[in-house]
């Protein structure tokens, strides 16, 4: 069975000090950890492009994995909403040639943003299992300073830039169990780009996310046949600070099981879920994880992945 085998990440160093953003628009320390959850938000540099940022995710995960190969790579997907350029031709082919992988590789990119992890690794399981593939990358970046307006306070002093690959393959330590899927169309005004600049419609998808996310998780558990007492550690989007903490309270179960860690990092949208996963699930002794992405789409994807 297909399972997920490593994840590697680039996060780059520069980046914009949020108790700054946070003075010029008159919002304090407490508001800056609490609401927003973030100290400090990294930003690419303004000559790297979205297929850079991927390019970096995947030589930190081959240096990880010395026994992977470049020509072992059977398929590549990039999830993202800001590739290069105006997206056309698709982000992931860029990667190949970047990367050097070999002209056989099935690449193609998944068009979502804070849902778009858990859409893609069940996206990716499925296209290798159907056609007997052995090594797949699953990659993700979605650089919002690309579009975020450095003077809208309800964005700027949210998201950061990085960039995740994860390697799916055989006798993976980690399996992909039950998962749920939704859409909702008729919330796409609260997240859109217009003419190039991002706009968020915060207590909406707040709101959202609150009525959605934890209701989710429970019809998740119960169709797993699993109790929230199963579960070693919820890591869901970090969308903010504000969004963790409610979401883990609506939950009615062990809030301390919901994973916060966005200080250095922000929201980092389709990376915010392997970032965690890459940062706390391989060296601990979790063996039952539950993920929750969310967001543009409005969409969201539900899923519990496990120790084999």
Same mark, same amino acid.
């Given at each position: 069975?297909?399972?997920?085998?490593?994840?590697?990440?680039?996060?780059?160093?520069?980046?914009?000090?949020?108790?700054?953003?946070?003075?010029?628009?008159?919002?304090?320390?407490?508001?800056?950890?609490?609401?927003?959850?973030?100290?400090?938000?990294?930003?690419?540099?303004?000559?790297?492009?979205? =297929?850079?940022?991927?390019?970096? @995710?995947?030589?930190?995960?081959? @240096?990880?994995?010395?026994?992977?190969?470049?020509?072992?790579?059977?398929?590549?997907?990039?999830?993202?909403?800001?590739?290069?350029?105006?997206?056309?031709?698709?982000?992931?082919?860029?990667?190949?040639?970047?990367?050097?992988?070999?002209?056989?590789?099935?690449?193609?990119?998944? =068009?979502?943003?804070?849902?778009?992890?858990?859409?893609?690794?069940?996206?990716?399981?499925?296209?290798?299992?159907?056609?007997?593939?052995?090594?797949?990358?699953?990659?993700?970046?979605?650089?919002?300073?690309?579009?975020?307006?450095?003077?809208?306070?309800?964005?700027?002093?949210?998201?950061?830039?990085?960039?995740?690959?994860?390697?799916?393959?055989?006798?993976?330590?980690?399996?992909?169990?039950?998962?749920?899927?939704?859409?909702?169309?008729?919330?796409?005004?609260?997240?859109?780009?217009?003419?190039?600049?991002?706009?968020?419609?915060?207590?909406?998808?707040?709101?959202?996310?609150?009525?959605?996310?934890?209701?989710?998780?429970?019809?998740?558990?119960?169709?797993?046949?699993?109790?929230?007492?199963?579960?070693?550690?919820?890591?869901?989007?970090?969308?903010?600070?504000?969004?963790?903490?409610?979401?883990?309270?609506?939950?009615?179960?062990?809030?301390?099981?919901?994973?916060?860690?966005?200080?250095?990092?922000?929201?980092?949208?389709?990376?915010?879920?392997?970032?965690?996963?890459?940062?706390?699930?391989?060296?601990?002794?979790?063996?039952?994880?539950?993920?929750?992405?969310?967001?543009?789409?409005?969409?969201?994807?539900? @899923?519990?992945?496990?120790?084999?």
């Amino acid at each position: 069975m297909i399972g997920i085998k490593s994840i590697a990440s680039y996060v780059p160093v520069a980046g914009v000090d949020n108790y700054a953003q946070g003075a010029k628009f008159a919002k304090d320390e407490e508001f800056i950890l609490g609401k927003i959850g973030s100290a400090f938000l990294p930003r690419k540099d303004a000559g790297q492009e979205t =297929s850079d940022l991927c390019v970096e @995710a995947v030589n930190a995960l081959f @240096a990880a994995n010395p026994e992977l190969k470049r020509e072992a790579i059977d398929v590549l997907i990039v999830v993202t909403q800001n590739g290069d350029e105006e997206g056309l031709p698709h982000t992931a082919a860029i990667v190949q040639d970047k990367l050097g992988l070999p002209t056989t590789v099935a690449a193609f990119d998944i =068009s979502l943003g804070c849902s778009g992890y858990v859409y893609g690794i069940y996206a990716i399981k499925g296209f290798m299992e159907a056609a007997g593939l052995k090594n797949g990358l699953l990659v993700t970046a979605d650089p919002y300073s690309k579009i975020v307006d450095p003077e809208d306070r309800n964005t700027t002093m949210l998201f950061g830039d990085a960039a995740t690959a994860t390697w799916l393959g055989e006798d993976a330590t980690w399996q992909l169990g039950k998962a749920k899927f939704g859409t909702d169309g008729s919330g796409a005004p609260h997240l859109k780009v217009t003419d190039g600049v991002f706009f968020m419609n915060g207590r909406q998808v707040f709101n959202f996310a609150l009525l959605k996310v934890p209701a989710h998780l429970h019809e998740l558990l119960d169709e797993s046949g699993l109790k929230s007492d199963d579960i070693d550690a919820f890591c869901i989007h970090q969308g903010s600070a504000a969004i963790v903490d409610a979401v883990a309270r609506r939950f009615e179960g062990n809030p301390d099981k919901f994973i916060k860690d966005m200080v250095e990092t922000g929201n980092t949208v389709s990376s915010s879920i392997p970032l965690l996963l890459e940062k706390h699930m391989f060296d601990s002794s979790w063996k039952r994880v539950a993920l929750s992405g969310f967001g543009v789409g409005l969409s969201w994807g539900s @899923a519990i992945i496990y120790r084999s």
